[in-house]
């Protein structure tokens, strides 16, 4: 049995972990890190009452690396980065799921298995990619590695459940402000997703990318859709689109490429590992029109983390998902 | 034009008192006191945007006083009691929808128009109902006041929508906490608006009576619905107790008693002043169950507080509701 | 008191416009036509028990014009047609709601009362805006006036609480459907409003304007936020974008153009006959990001309908809204 | 593996029974019967897409016995008892989820492991209990067994979730007329659970008892609260109600008896098989208040099922919930 840590278990991405590791079949929870006074995880999580005796506290990288093989750092951004080398030193494998080494550089590797498996199964220290940047890149991938679409003018209009602004309580996400037909943009091309999805974006097609990005926030608990506009040069139809598509991603599980027609429903990819991917060509328009689904804790975080881990240990990708 | 000051415009209470009384022909409000810097309306409430030209800020009760005829209390408990002397004295007209002065007092009138009418409109001070009390007492005054119930065991069984509980950010109201299947029960036996509940039941009554009171909280933004359970000496059947309580409620337009077989449903009276009551009884079994639905801002507060007021003023009682 | 009938009194449209004209002081509703058996319209909409007593029932157009002076069409598609004329001949005021006069012909006008208030004045026949196309034309409607905007690669990425489809029970929107997470894309390019965009921005803009169209279904119940793309020749700022925008809905009260930093959130606008648009320009990209917020059911709907009706009875344009 | 078929996956239950199998590392799933054209279960349930490769359609139970070993029967209320004969003929073992044998004869066992497990070990057929029921049965159990409680006036107030009404479409269960502040009481004293609640109250306490049972629609998709109000004979504290419950449900995985001053919430048992029980008891009352909560799709249906065929079958018997 793997012994995993997870520090910023009091936050959305770490509960979630809790509830993926715990049906886990190879891993033990043993340590639970928190800016937090002492807290049995079953006053944490009630849900988790029975399942896990663990207590959660204010634990050093040091003292986590000591009891435990893996660790998971769910961490507000900024803090991975002091905890990180002090866990690598003690020969712990890493996955981040802050943004704090999303940005490229040569040690670090940018862990979305659908693109950069073969790197992964090696890799010390993964950076867990974004919510937001996992439903566009999954989105863009197979038109951008195929050329075909402009890269100059490509909109990507998204919508997130609450749980992706966080667990901190503030006035805006209460449940009296946004179960009252709430619906709202926000940040528009200011989120600080942008330089993570134009990166693996531009890297993808070759040219410097820089997307037109509006998120929303949806009054649900959780999922992201994200509806990308592509000119494209050469005018496809959607029967060519998605034969390129599920070229593309053959024989990847947690992608699933909708057949024509069908269309993705963040439902369908509730608490699941799964990135639904819906297209819409409209040669007369050079458009297409990519629909991607995911569910922001689960591939856009914790899902994703834990089939980063399974890779690097060797379990069945899906194992636990 | 009556002048209408709202000391506590920050809350819910406050927000509905804007949102009533910016539709209501006779008067006009002229000041909005509460403890934050200055700001305008639009900006606390956007959907008042061009609605109304006033800013809020942490005035006194002197300054509100100046400038109004009328002044509303939507303030925190205990703050009230601070702020009525001086009010009073400047020969306003005070509603206070908190429960600084509900426990009875020779001066304060318990402002519930359906049982104290009479006396609301000589008030120069009025405590109004909370929003459980009201829902409660509604329903059960023609029985306690015809002496059919047994007054030793009253199950109240309430469940309130979110607003209920304040517009305090913490983390138990946020909207990624509550709308995820949570039903939950709270301060079983032991919420503050108790006493006040067993006050108006006793005086109704004339027997002491200590109701079980289990309050809960529904995922939906407002609404209050309690089904109360009464045993009654005397067998009556459902449409004994329906006559009961349309005699008792005869002419009474906010009050709407149900028609055999219907239920009330706390949609039907989202943002009115209506109070529905059910009724189903069980002679066999010596049992009346009572269920009775208001919207927990309107008649259980702020609406409640303009029916107040249009009685001490002389308007039509349910103008602008 | 003008006496109104409305015809489809069972549909959302037809509830929102008993809602919205019970308040409104110079009407008072008379016919309450609907296909169903006669029932009380207190027994289909139980919040408006002991506020009209008037039964709904299977009336021919002739029957409805015989008591009324103005008659609204809350119709099915394709019904309208039929009643229209008889309603007409009896000298009657018509306000249609559905999409049947919608593409223009000479007779009918388009009912936009912030493009084409002169000419409703003095119609008969009105042909009510549908709800996407309000949000959009609205949003659009200075940009391609001015001639900035490029009309060739519109991008409407729409958003409609699920009141806008309408009423018959399918097992998609039932409540166990929706309130899972799910938000999803619907009929992409492919909406029976699209024409009715089209017609109104190539209108507008005086070039042929086909909008690349993809409306979504949120989990609430009322609302449309359209998030609108538009290339710009013009570098323009949002300061400058702004300053058209208040120019062009000056004095319009309807039409409230956030100032910059302010984005619009469908609850802001929810059971109001308002549309908020907020701005946001990137020079640097060529590109205006305009975000407009409306009620699908008031301003998208049945408030736009007594809107209409206001103005072509001289009331005040705001009177009951 | 063991082969299962599902007789009504088109149901709630039937596609709960689906999710959780799915994850059961015993079983597989060969055949999924229900009263539709044939349809790959990818189109029923798109979450299910790439999880599952099997068609579901009209078969026989003769057709389902032949390609399973034990089958779960789903159905709408009296289909059960159509095919349970032919099933059991083949020496398949039947787990029904109907309420069509839960009315106790000699031959069929009532599935609520906590009381009978030893039973239900060797059982061909089992009655799986309905929702509420078990929400009721385990949450008077111990106080009843140990005649503390008064058997003559036992009040059940219950919540329940929207998915607890089925997936026909009606227009009462459409997400417009739920998710708009409704929250409501329907079947006063008349539910078709209530038999079933009787008989085992009654087995339990070796009394007649008749339960006061009030339902209630929450606007949640799932879970379902009990607020259970017991006059005790002897005064009994909360500390020592707590110990008779802990006593009584010692060893049991799937009952949490959660500590004083805790009180249950639905959302921590949501999608999961545990019921978590509250108490407070207040001696000068005579009064012990009950509050449980479970899942009604999992431990008030197909969790509870799952949970029968692992003892049934000697498997863990938490294996796979």
């Known amino acids: ?12 991405a770490g509960e979630e ?3 993926i590791l715990l049906a886990h079949p190879e891993v033990k929870i043993t340590a639970l890190a928190a800016k937090i006074e002492k807290t049995h995880v079953s006053k944490m999580y009630p849900w ?11 634990m050093s990288a040091e003292e986590v690396g000591k009891i435990t093989d893996a660790v998971f750092l769910a961490l507000p951004h900024k803090v991975s980065m002091d905890f990180t080398p002090c866990l690598l ?10 943004a ?6 040569q040690v670090v590797l940018y862990g979305l298995p659908e ?6 199964k090696d890799a010390g220290l993964i950076a867990n990619p974004g919510c937001y940047p996992t439903s566009i890149i999954l989105g863009c991938a197979p038109l951008l590695k195929n050329k075909i679409a ?6 990507c209009d998204s919508k997130s459940g609450v749980s992706g602004a966080g667990r901190t309580p503030t006035q805006a996400l209460m449940f009296t402000e946004i179960a009252v037909n709430s619906f709202r943009p926000y940040k528009v091309n200011f989120h600080r997703h942008m330089p993570e999805i134009d990166q693996e974006l531009s890297s993808l097609s070759g040219a410097r990318v820089e997307v037109n990005f509006t998120p929303h926030l949806v009054p649900m608990e959780r999922g992201i859709l994200s509806t990308i506009y592509l000119k494209v040069a050469k005018k496809i139809n959607t029967k060519e689109a998605l034969k390129m598509y599920n070229d593309f991603y053959k024989g990847e599980y947690f992608v699933r490429v909708l057949e024509e027609g069908v269309l993705p429903d963040t439902k369908n990819v509730a608490r699941s590992n799964f990135c639904d991917i819906g297209i819409k060509a409209f040669p007369e328009r050079s458009l297409v029109v990519v629909m991607t689904a995911i569910d922001n804790l689960v591939k856009g975080a914790s899902g994703q983390a834990v089939q980063n881990m399974n890779i690097m240990y060797g379990f069945e990708e899906k194992l636990g998902l």
Chains 1, 2, 3, 4 share one sequence.
Do not use: E, H, P
């Not at 693109?115 to 992964?120: A, F, N, Q, V």
């Not at 402009?150 to 909109?155: E, K, L, N, S, V």
């Open 89 to 98: 030193k003690q020969g712990k494998k890493v996955i981040d799921l802050s």
């Open 100 to 105: 704090d080494f999303r940005i490229k550089n």
């Open 150 to 155: 402009d890269t100059d003018y490509i909109i």
């Open 115 to 120: 693109l950069y498996r073969k790197d992964i």
């Open 1 to 12: 049995m793997l012994k995993i840590g997870i520090m910023g278990s009091s936050g959305f």
């Open 17 to 19: 972990l809790i509830k």
């Open 48 to 58: 988790a009452n029975g399942m896990l005796d663990l207590d959660s506290y204010d």
